[in-house]
């Protein structure tokens, strides 16, 4: 005979949107800060690998009179066409689409709130997130009034953090910097 268990189904932990909301807006945020960084990383890439290209080419040209991309054999052409392409297809992949396709648990986001905002927050945001379920919780030994205490107090602090400030816009900044240099430095030169 075959003996089967039925488990009872597990219901979700009930959200509490005060508490939640932050955590979807940042993850909003941070889908759009890795598009954004990605796209600024394809384009300093570019620039970049053309300027490389640019100087290549002339170096060679000046100094052995021979023009590489004319006068080359096709393969070297091939090689140098495959290696920019395959750089370019792991910033596209590794910078953008991975990052995109990671789905956040409610943990992460709390985590990087806790880290930007430890004094606002105290533990209290990833405490109410992953103790959310205060009768499971209770199973294994927590208080469930202790509980809905720090779930009642990360509702009222998590209010107060300004979630665009949990990220280094000024990096990004830098990164459109660089990009509007070389643009600058190939239209003057």
Do not use: C
């Not at 986001?109 to 405490?127: C, F, M, S």
């Not at 809905?148 to 990220?167: L, P, S, Y």
Request: hydrophobic share 50%; glycine share 8%.
């Amino acid at each position: 005979t075959m003996s089967t268990t039925t488990a009872a189904p597990t219901r979700p932990a009930p959200r509490d949107e005060k508490v939640y909301h932050p955590l979807d807006r940042l993850k909003g945020i941070i889908r759009r800060y890795v598009v954004i960084e990605g796209v600024l990383s394809v384009l300093i890439f570019l620039l970049a690998w053309f300027t490389l290209a640019l100087v290549f080419d002339y170096g060679i040209f000046k100094a052995f009179t021979w023009d590489w991309v004319q006068d080359g054999a096709w393969w070297l052409r091939l090689v140098s066409l495959i290696v920019a392409l395959g750089l370019l297809g792991g910033i596209l992949v590794f910078r953008i689409v991975r990052r995109l396709t990671t789905e956040f648990s409610y943990p992460a986001p709390a985590l990087v709130l806790e880290k930007r905002y430890p004094k606002l927050l105290g533990d209290r945001l990833i405490t109410a997130v992953e103790l959310a379920d205060v009768d499971d919780a209770a199973k294994y030994g927590y208080s469930k009034a202790m509980i809905r205490q720090t779930i009642d107090e990360a509702r009222e602090r998590v209010g107060k953090a300004n979630v665009h400030e949990a990220f280094n816009w000024r990096r990004l900044g830098l990164m459109g910097l660089i990009v509007v240099g070389f643009l600058a430095g190939l239209l003057f030169t």
